[in-house]
């Protein structure tokens, strides 16, 4: 099988999978008990224009009719209207998934990258200071709930020395009175710093330790003894035999990071109101939005799926040993 | 060395992003800078989804009313005819002059003719015929409906029709007090801007020559809902009449409303404790950022990125330190009680709701549990609202003690016909219980059999913790005589769709405590919510969960709507009040008193209004009249 096939077989794969995603989240949100319609709807309303509202929402027919519906819709990717805002959920969901990205991007890749990196520091100078130390900070923050380590850093760097905003995504009075682009981005930059890292550390501490377990026991590997006794330099011994080698039970645990990381992002975007996707999931999913709660899971879904096909296309890269036939 | 490099770049970044000045820190003077709790999901006034506190901050400063309430809730001396002495004209040039013409009234209404909509044009008498015939004819906006007609069918308003340009008149089937505080306090709308949209709308679903139908209606209000304000309408192109114009509106962050530097009421005299006021807008705008949890309100209050915000009482110390910041409380016109589900036993025997209301020791758990923020009621009007509140009703064991309020609650169960197969044992000195030795066990109805178990509604922990704790304090409690008690913690969703399902099945519950109401000053709830017709098993919405059932009751609550007497009303509604108490198909409990905390460096002049406080929707002169420093 080339390249090609392998792809067409995982992008269909992906495509089954999302279809099982949104089957599951459809009925999963019918079965919640609750009027969806409770929020919008005046207990004082007549019950015709309650008729009338339930009906332009699709509410007033089976839920199997709902749920051809919904597949019918999904096709042309229209995601229904948003109880909450009245307004399509495409349109909402455009104005977070830039933030939402703009805030997953960064943080996925600094925790891979470091991860990796320091795994492999401190599993070359095992039985350093530095492996201790990285250790011990690696283990501490591994096991501290990441949501307290957010609330942490808003009190010590946002509160106490006001460093960083406390919350949200822009300075909403440098943003309404005008400013310039390049002041939008150093503001956007300036609150991005707190979650980034609460979202990087969720995953990066686990990344690391995995690395360096890998790492340990790749080095005891007769090819890399081999390659010390032919007198490659370290760093060529570290990184070429070593390390590329120790890498893929790490990459295999970024592809499980990346789903893991939706729930970590929506409790991220909670915590410091960041208008992403996982916000816009919390408020859907307790106000009982299905449309835009559901619309939210799907693009999470997608996201995952796109990256995961993308880390397994990359993996046969990592391993030889891999091929697409 | 690469990975050194890329440490240090980090470490770099993350203290030149440290060193970015906030730019809060040189914020605009005269913006006022709201924290707010929830986005602003939208401001089409037709929209029933839009219906909610945080939209309706927007749209009030932007439409206005003909008739408003006394910002301190005095009485107008000019509104001695008025079922409700509280009014006063805004839009309006002076109080409505009614005359029975035939065996229909005439409300005549004067319009001032120096109110201008924001683009220059008068608002004058065709702006109003327009807004009251999208009720008659249109019935929206929705939410409004129930205040145009008593039997929630047909209107008691006829017609709304032009005399001059600044005169109109409603011709009034009956004359009844809801005209004075529901339509007379609605929100105009220029006809010039929505008139089109409305055509337009009628035009694409009212089929035929003949009258609209009642699901075109549905469908016409759904198109007209639709229109967003903001996109549809650009925010500079919407027209109100209001003292704040939508500027920059950023979804999810923040809203922007800039002051109508012509507003027509400027200068106009407000009279509020005593003191006049002129009415401004002197600050430049509102500034209402968006602030998903109450801790990081409270951190932007103390880091000075808002100037109001609500506190808890845990945050009191941290800002009494702020001599920059004031605290003032205001106790709300909020409506919290024990509902009893009268349909099913044991809660339709009268003896069982009173010993519960004795052993609901609600002063009790205010003090210790909710340290002061949920005041005790005695009535279904909160006493807040003094002018109809009838202050003589039954307090339920008001200054008695736990073992005390077990005690009577036993008395009353015994008396009532209840028995056990274990009765408790009190000690009793001089008459007086000073100790439960035996708890109570397996009650015994009047009838004979068991007490099934009784199910306490509240909130869930996680959620409300301080409120779980006093259902399980009450749950004790019942345990202690040997009702059965157990509280079923449930979400908020959940307890509405059983106590007004919408289906419309039997409400599906025993006892609740989840569900409460905010109130308008008009005492007209004690109809909608306890009118044997708001039954939500016979009417669609009905918000009688409790299954109250009198007829002596239902006349008295109608009489109370048609009653334009001031006085005589008053008498009526403290009946209703007295009846409530007696019969006990809700036991009032509490009322809310939030804590606010605001800036007196940057503003002087804070109002805040009985109530509802300082920066609610229902206190526009609040943003009036305060004044940057």
């Known amino acids: 099988m080339g390249m090609t096939k392998y792809l067409f077989r995982r992008v269909i794969e992906g495509v089954i999978t999302l279809f099982i995603v949104i089957t599951i989240t459809f009925f999963l949100f019918r079965i919640m008990p609750g009027d969806p319609l409770s929020t919008i709807m005046d207990p004082k309303m007549t019950p015709e224009v309650k008729a009338a509202i339930r009906h332009s929402y699709g509410l007033d027919k089976s839920i199997l009719v709902q749920y051809g519906l919904y597949i019918k819709n999904m096709l042309t990717l229209n995601l229904g209207d948003s109880f909450y805002y009245s307004r399509p959920v495409t349109e909402v969901l455009a104005r977070r998934i830039p933030n939402t990205l703009l805030l997953f991007t960064p943080a996925t890749v600094l925790a891979a990258v470091l991860g990796i990196m320091l795994g492999r520091i401190i599993a070359w100078r095992r039985n350093s200071k530095l492996e201790y130390s990285l250790t011990l900070v690696g283990l501490f923050f591994y096991m501290m709930p990441f949501f307290f380590f957010g609330l942490i850093l808003i009190y010590v760097f946002a509160f106490k020395l006001g460093l960083f905003p406390t919350s949200g995504m822009i300075d909403y009075e440098l943003w309404t009175f005008g400013a310039t682009a390049s002041e939008k981005i150093i503001d956007i930059l300036h609150h991005l710093i707190l979650p980034l890292i609460t979202l990087t550390m969720a995953s990066f501490c686990g990344m690391m330790l995995l690395m360096r377990t890998s790492m340990v026991e790749t080095l005891r590997e007769d090819y890399v003894e081999a390659a010390r006794a032919r007198g490659l330099p370290d760093k060529v011994v570290r990184n070429r035999y070593a390390a590329r080698n120790a890498e893929l039970p790490v990459v295999t645990a970024l592809i499980l990071s990346i789903s893991l990381s939706i729930g970590g992002g929506v409790i991220t975007e909670t915590i410091f109101s960041w208008p992403g996707v996982g916000w816009e999931l919390f408020t859907a999913t307790v106000g009982r939005d299905y449309p835009l709660a559901q619309g939210c899971f799907f693009i999470l879904a997608l996201i995952t799926i796109v990256a995961v096909i993308v880390i397994d296309i990359a993996y046969a890269y990592l391993d030889p040993r891999i091929s697409y036939d | 060395m690469s990975s050194k490099l890329l440490v240090l770049a980090l470490a770099t970044l993350f203290l030149m992003a440290g060193m970015v000045v906030s730019p809060s820190e040189g914020a605009k003077e005269n913006y006022l800078r709201l924290s707010g709790g929830q986005d602003i999901k939208g401001i089409n006034p037709f929209n029933p989804a839009f219906g909610d506190v945080y939209c309706a901050l927007v749209k009030t400063n932007i439409w206005e009313y003909l008739y408003r309430y006394t910002p301190d809730f005095s009485e107008n001396p000019e509104a001695k005819d008025s079922p409700d002495k509280r009014i006063f004209p805004w839009i ?209 209050m103390k880091n000075g990125e808002v100037d109001i915000t609500g506190i808890s009482p845990t945050d009191i110390p941290d800002f009494q330190k702020f001599d920059t910041m004031k605290i003032e409380n205001y106790t709300g016109n909020s409506l919290f009680y024990i509902g009893f589900n009268l349909r099913r036993k044991p809660m339709s025997y009268l003896p069982f709701r009173q010993a519960v209301a004795y052993l609901k020791n609600k002063e009790l758990l205010n003090e210790r549990v909710f340290h002061g923020r949920l005041p005790p009621i005695y009535s279904v009007v909160p006493f807040v609202n003094e002018y109809w509140l009838n202050p003589d009703l039954p307090t339920y064991g008001k200054g008695m003690n736990t073992v005390e309020r077990e005690y009577k609650a036993y008395t009353i169960l015994k008396e009532g016909g209840f028995g056990w197969t274990q009765e408790p044992e009190f000690k009793v000195v001089n008459g007086k219980a000073v100790e439960l030795i035996t708890k109570g066990e397996g009650l015994v109805m009047p009838d004979g059999k068991p007490c099934p178990e009784v199910k306490i509604l509240g909130g869930p922990p996680e959620q409300i913790p301080d409120a779980a704790q006093a259902n399980t304090m009450l749950q004790e409690w019942m345990r202690a005589v040997g009702i059965p008690a157990t509280f079923t913690p449930i979400d908020f969703g959940t307890a509405c769709d059983m106590l007004w399902p919408p289906d419309m099945s039997v409400p599906n519950y025993d006892i609740n405590t989840i569900a409460g109401w905010s109130l308008g000053p008009d005492p007209g709830h004690i109809k909608d919510l306890w009118h044997s017709t708001q039954r939500p098993e016979i009417t669609a919405g009905g918000a009688n969960a409790e299954g109250y059932n009198d007829r002596g009751f239902d006349k008295l609550a109608e009489m109370s709507a048609r009653e334009m007497d001031p006085v005589k009303r008053r008498a009526i509604i403290f009946k209703l009040q007295e009846m409530i108490a007696q019969d006990l198909p809700v036991y009032p409990t509490t009322t809310i008193t939030r804590i606010q905390v605001y800036r007196i460096d940057r503003f002087e002049d804070w109002f805040n209004r009985p109530m509802y406080g300082i920066s609610s929707y229902m206190n526009p002169f609040g943003y009036m009249i305060i004044k940057p420093k």
């Open chain 2, 92 to 300: 309006a040039a002076e109080m409505p002059v009614y005359e029975k013409v035939g065996d229909k009234y005439e409300a005549t209404v004067k319009l001032r003719d120096d109110v201008y909509w924001w683009d220059g044009k008068p608002l004058t008498a065709d702006d109003v015929v327009f807004t009251g015939n999208l009720m008659l004819e249109l019935r929206i906006p929705a939410r409004y409906w129930p205040d145009w007609s008593i039997t929630g069918e047909e209107s008691y308003v006829e017609s709304v029709q032009k005399v001059d340009d600044f005169t109109v008149k409603y011709v009034l089937k009956e004359l009844v007090p809801l005209f004075q505080v529901g339509p007379m306090r609605e929100y105009i709308y220029p006809k010039h801007q929505w008139d089109p949209i409305v055509q337009k709308a009628i035009d694409k679903f009212h089929k035929g020559p003949g009258e609209i139908t009642e699901e075109e209606r549905g469908l016409i209000g759904m198109e007209i809902s639709s229109v967003d304000l903001g996109n549809d309408i650009k925010l500079d192109e919407i027209i109100g009449s209001g003292p704040f114009k939508p500027a920059d509106w950023r979804k999810g962050e923040y809203m922007r409303l800039d002051a109508n530097k012509d507003y027509w009421a400027k200068g106009r005299i407000l009279n509020i404790n005593g003191k006049d006021y002129k009415v401004g807008p002197y600050i430049d705008g509102i500034l209402r950022k968006v602030y998903k949890s109450n801790d990081a309100s409270v951190l932007a």
